[in-house]
């Protein structure tokens, strides 16, 4: 549906790209771009480019264009099984790959390997995403579940529905925490000051709550075992970012770097769950990678 906006006076002088992506949060800069190049915006009537100024008083007209649909495919990617059964696959997910097709990365995901490794997944997630009942973040290793059928899936969005899921990570935040253990029940939105981050820190949002252990403590920085009873988008991050604890390597959130890291120090490390194929509750771990071990190696 197109879209018209008058430029306020306190956007004057600001890009047209950059007006419009913070007018429409929902859509990603180079989408915007894109459509800018194709004359789908309009400034006054004209077409414009992403980098003219916006004056005060101008109606600048937006026609989106929609994307094509993006599906899963089949690619012979090497990925670590911690646990299957009939129902259910818990995978190793190695830190740096995206879970699924999203804009820009349609290649190298962790559907497109298990769609080879086992030929069909649950379809009640979408053709973009089969198989997917939860998501770990592109940069955040461990173990994740995935559901073979359409049935567990079923299940296991119920069972995550009713908090009876169990998960653990590993996170190294910034500075001494001072207690030992901690319950942080604060709602996560998208942070109004920059689309590519949650906040914790509002009002509003959907609730949130995470739990944490302390297991390690160095001079500057600090180990816990997090629970998370939730299972928002950045929780951790968030949440840690809301209490002055940034997760190490977070600079999205404020974090410090952490020594031979290029990624944020978070890893899924285990998971809890009942079975759907057995009815049994099942426990999978996966041991905290070799970069991880060699950070905390060098603060000791």
Do not use: C
Not at 6 to 32: C, K, N
Not at 172 to 195: F, M, S, W
Not at 274 to 293: F, I, N, Q, W
Request: proline fraction near 6%; glycine fraction near 8%; avoid cysteine.
């Amino acid at each position: 549906m197109p879209l018209s906006l008058q430029v306020p006076l306190d956007a004057e002088g600001s890009r047209l790209d950059h007006y419009l992506a913070g007018q429409m949060a929902e859509y990603s800069r180079s989408r915007i771009q894109g459509w800018i190049k194709t004359g789908r915006v309009l400034v006054n009537g004209l077409p414009a480019k992403s980098g003219d100024s916006v004056r005060a008083g101008q109606l600048v007209e937006v026609s989106p264009a929609e994307l094509p649909a993006l599906r899963a495919f089949a690619e012979e990617i090497p990925i670590e099984i911690l646990y299957e059964d009939a129902s259910v696959i818990a995978v190793n997910k190695p830190p740096g790959m995206v879970v699924h097709s999203g804009a820009g990365n349609s290649k190298g995901t962790l559907v497109n390997a298990l769609l080879h490794r086992f030929g069909t997944l649950s379809t009640a997630g979408g053709e973009e995403r089969p198989g997917i009942v939860h998501r770990l973040d592109r940069g955040t290793s461990g173990v994740m579940l995935v559901a073979r059928t359409d049935a567990a899936h079923r299940q296991l969005a119920a069972q995550f529905n009713r908090r009876t899921v169990e998960k653990h990570y590993i996170a190294l935040v910034r500075g001494a925490v001072r207690q030992e253990t901690g319950r942080i029940d604060k709602p996560i939105a998208r942070d109004p000051a920059n689309r590519l981050r949650m906040t914790a820190k509002l009002a509003t949002g959907r609730t949130a709550i995470s739990e944490f252990r302390v297991t390690r403590r160095f001079e500057k920085f600090t180990l816990l075992d997090v629970r998370i009873l939730t299972g928002r988008t950045h929780q951790i991050r968030a949440h840690m970012a809301a209490i002055g604890h940034p997760l190490a390597g977070d600079s999205l959130y404020g974090g410090p770097p952490a020594p031979e890291l290029n990624r944020v120090f978070l890893h899924s490390r285990d998971i809890e769950f009942d079975s759907p194929a057995t009815g049994k509750r099942v426990r999978v771990e996966s041991p905290l990678p070799g970069d991880l071990e060699a950070v905390l190696a060098v603060l000791l």
